[in-house]
């Protein structure tokens, strides 16, 4: 059987189960199976593809055919234009997160010795596309999950960054070390009544660790405000990641622990998705 074949019979497959990148899809995971790139994959439709490399492709879309995220199957996703390992220890790197490295990299270029602390880091995705960014600074990585931490240090040797990172297993309440220049954060947002209503790939497949933020979406948020209280110096930068309406609950927590709302930043969507405030007593 040819590329041509088996892109159609594995997009079959898909577009059956209502999975919309049901295309883009099967030529990836194709391509990761018969080890060509996609343009390979795209240019060469008479390529015949071996038996056992069949076997493979069809198992993995049967994996997909199941919703199970693409970046699990694959164990990489793209961030920041970084190639970053993932498993389905963590929450899958999102491009809205990427405001935040962004908004942080626009604001420090120019003051570039930053000691940074990433609070529920996950993959290490912002923390490690930061510093990739801003070379003479350094940061912690903190999360309660021993092995995401395995993840963010792989991603860290990776992306040749041991020696400016350090990921410890720590829950935030517990976490009482240093003082930074800024702290960055993707945290739970997500109300917990709230995680059956999003879609299959998400609430079947990736950490409920990363997604839920309590009753109101709001308890693993304002822990960070209240941590960054203590460990920022003054005048320091706090960056979150906040969920759709949060704003007006985030300010007033914000305002009850001396910070002041610098900006608001929003996604393609118009929607606000992360915010900037300062230590300001």
């Known amino acids: 059987?040819?590329?041509?074949?088996?892109?159609?019979?594995?997009?079959?497959?898909?577009?059956?189960?209502?999975?919309?990148?049901?295309?883009?899809?099967?030529?990836?995971?194709?391509?990761?199976?018969?080890?060509?790139?996609?343009?390979?994959?795209?240019?060469?439709?008479?390529?015949?593809?071996?038996?056992?490399?069949?076997?493979?492709?069809?198992n993995i879309i049967s994996r997909r055919q199941k919703h199970e995220p693409l970046a699990?199957?694959?164990?990489?996703?793209?961030?920041?234009?970084?190639?970053?390992?993932?498993?389905?220890?963590?929450?899958?790197?999102?491009p809205e997160t990427e405001i935040i490295v962004e908004q942080v990299v626009k604001k420090f270029k120019s003051n570039n010795g930053l000691n940074i602390l990433d609070i529920g880091t996950g993959s290490g995705c912002i923390l490690l596309s930061i510093l990739k960014e801003l070379t003479k600074s350094y940061g912690i990585g903190i999360d309660r999950s021993f092995r995401t931490l395995g993840i963010?240090?792989?991603?860290?040797?990776k992306l040749n960054l041991l020696n400016r990172t350090?990921?410890?297993?720590?829950?935030i309440d517990n976490f009482n070390f240093g003082n930074y220049d800024v702290i960055v954060s993707n945290p739970p947002y997500i109300c917990s009544y709230g995680i059956r209503h999003l879609s299959k790939d998400v609430k079947n497949f990736e950490p409920r660790l990363a997604l839920d933020g309590g009753r109101s979406g709001l308890e693993i948020i304002n822990k960070?405000?209240?941590?960054?209280?203590?460990?920022?110096?003054?005048?320091?930068?706090?960056y979150m990641e906040i969920g759709y309406k949060q704003l007006p609950g985030v300010s007033?927590?914000?305002?009850?622990?001396?910070?002041?709302?610098?900006?608001?930043f929003f996604d393609y969507t118009k929607t606000i998705r992360c915010i900037m405030s300062t230590k300001a007593i």
């Open 252 to 264: 007033d927590m914000l305002v009850k622990n001396g910070f002041r709302l610098v900006r608001k």
């Open 72 to 94: 699990y199957i694959t164990k990489k996703k793209e961030f920041w234009s970084l190639d970053l390992e993932v498993d389905n220890n963590v929450l899958i790197p999102r």
């Open 166 to 171: 350090k990921f410890i297993h720590c829950d």
């Open 152 to 157: 963010a240090r792989k991603n860290s040797k």
């Open 1 to 58: 059987m040819n590329i041509d074949h088996l892109i159609k019979e594995g997009s079959r497959i898909l577009r059956e189960q209502n999975i919309f990148s049901y295309q883009i899809d099967s030529e990836l995971l194709l391509s990761k199976i018969i080890k060509k790139d996609r343009v390979f994959i795209l240019t060469n439709g008479n390529y015949v593809v071996s038996s056992k490399e069949i076997d493979d492709y069809l």
């Open 224 to 238: 960070v405000i209240i941590k960054a209280k203590k460990l920022l110096k003054a005048k320091g930068c706090l």
